[in-house]
């Protein structure tokens, strides 16, 4: 299926202004110049910046003077010539909008440039077309199934070593019992952000019962992130099997605390936060007591804990309003019968 070429469409004729130097700026440039003004002033005037007039004039100023016709001219040749002219080209930009239209990816549109053999763009480019054509009120973003602000989220998430974790062990390895949650001992860890990991608190949660241990850390690094856990689950150590975690790098030194702790270590898949339910669930009653803003540099292990203890001892519906903190001790004693059977009763 070949490529085929289109008409510029209106809207995306208005949303790729040219940005370049109009004819009329550089008759104005001339004009200015003649009467001894200087490049800040001139770009003052014309609505740019200085460094566009100064480029201006190192690249279209002949030996004598500057010519505002034979400057258009140089700057035409250059752009015609430049390795990526093709891409202003308005065919190509209506194809891609009309196949974004068509509820096609950029990453699907650009694969199937790649495989057709005819002009390549990549995704990042068309991603920019649409940025670019929202600001100008366009809609072509509305076409897009991810928003542009979880496309910057998910590259601070890279940025910040999302993936780059040592012998990390995924969650389709983790044995199925762990999921019918008939017995404590399982656990799942993730973290409360202030700021992009300025500091926060580590949360674990515990899959049958709801029981919550947490701890601040003043920033979110993987050596203070694996002391809380060493601290938190060390005195119920024989209640802890193994622990599901997200895929933070603040989790990187797991191998650390899962030989203190004899457990084992699982990793979500990438941005499955439903795999770890109880412990999104528990984050967010957290965050009645800490809302978002709380700088957890500042929080005393002291307010964690009667934070923590509140929400222990809240009485849960699934757990057929028994409170956490009842269904992990006694299960975790013996003084409560009901390990292997549903609670909901």
């Known amino acids: 299926m070949p490529v085929p070429s289109f008409a510029l469409p209106t809207k995306v004729k208005r949303i790729m202004g040219y940005r370049q130097l109009t004819q009329a700026q550089r008759y104005q440039i001339s004009a200015f110049l003649r009467v001894g003004w200087s490049q800040r002033k001139i770009a003052?005037?014309?609505?740019?910046?200085?460094?566009?007039?100064?480029?201006?004039?190192?690249?279209?100023?002949?030996?004598?003077?500057?010519?505002?016709?034979?400057?258009?001219?140089?700057?035409?040749?250059?752009?015609?010539?430049?390795?990526?002219?093709?891409?202003?080209?308005?065919?190509?930009?209506?194809?891609?909008?009309?196949?974004?239209?068509?509820?096609?990816?950029?990453d699907q549109i650009a694969g199937f440039m790649?495989?057709?053999?005819?002009?390549?763009?990549?995704?990042?480019?068309?991603?920019?077309?649409?940025?670019?054509?929202?600001?100008?009120g366009g809609d072509l973003w509305r076409?897009?199934?991810?928003?542009?602000?979880?496309?910057y989220q998910r590259h601070l998430a890279k940025r910040a070593g999302l993936g780059k974790i040592?012998?990390?062990?995924?969650?389709?390895?983790?044995?199925?019992?762990?999921?019918?949650?008939?017995?404590i001992g399982h656990w799942e860890g993730d973290t409360i952000l202030h700021g992009h990991k300025n500091s926060g608190a580590v949360t674990l949660v515990e899959r049958r019962s709801g029981y919550l241990l947490a701890g601040c850390v003043?920033?979110?690094?993987?050596?203070?992130?694996?002391?809380?856990?060493?601290?938190?689950?060390?005195?119920?150590?024989?209640?802890?099997?193994?622990?599901?975690?997200?895929n933070g790098s603040e989790f990187s030194d797991h191998q650390t605390f899962s030989k203190a702790?004899?457990?084992?270590?699982y990793f979500c898949d990438p941005y499955r936060s439903s795999q770890r339910g109880s412990n999104e669930n528990t984050n967010g009653l957290?965050?009645?007591?800490?809302?978002?803003?709380?700088?957890?540099?500042?929080?005393?292990?002291?307010a964690t804990r009667q934070a923590v203890n509140k929400?222990?001892?809240?009485?849960?519906?699934?757990?057929?309003?028994?409170?956490?903190?009842?269904v992990f001790w006694g299960e975790h004693s013996g003084g409560l019968d009901t390990s292997g059977a549903a609670l909901n009763t």
């Open 311 to 326: 929400l222990n001892n809240r009485p849960r519906k699934r757990l057929g309003y028994r409170t956490p903190a009842e």
């Open 218 to 246: 003043p920033k979110l690094k993987a050596d203070l992130v694996t002391d809380v856990i060493i601290r938190e689950l060390r005195p119920i150590r024989g209640a802890v099997q193994t622990m599901t975690l997200d």
């Open 286 to 302: 957290l965050r009645q007591y800490f809302p978002k803003g709380t700088d957890f540099a500042k929080v005393s292990r002291k």
């Open 166 to 183: 040592p012998n990390r062990v995924g969650i389709e390895c983790r044995p199925k019992a762990v999921d019918d949650r008939l017995h």
């Open 44 to 106: 003052r005037e014309i609505h740019c910046h200085s460094s566009t007039i100064s480029r201006e004039l190192r690249r279209n100023r002949s030996l004598t003077e500057y010519e505002p016709m034979e400057a258009s001219r140089l700057s035409i040749h250059r752009r015609k010539g430049a390795r990526k002219s093709h891409k202003r080209a308005p065919s190509l930009i209506e194809w891609v909008a009309k196949q974004i239209q068509s509820e096609w990816s950029p």
């Open 114 to 136: 790649r495989r057709v053999g005819s002009i390549q763009v990549s995704h990042q480019w068309i991603y920019n077309l649409i940025y670019r054509d929202k600001i100008a």
């Open 143 to 151: 076409y897009c199934r991810l928003p542009y602000q979880r496309r």
């Open 261 to 265: 702790l004899s457990l084992t270590s």
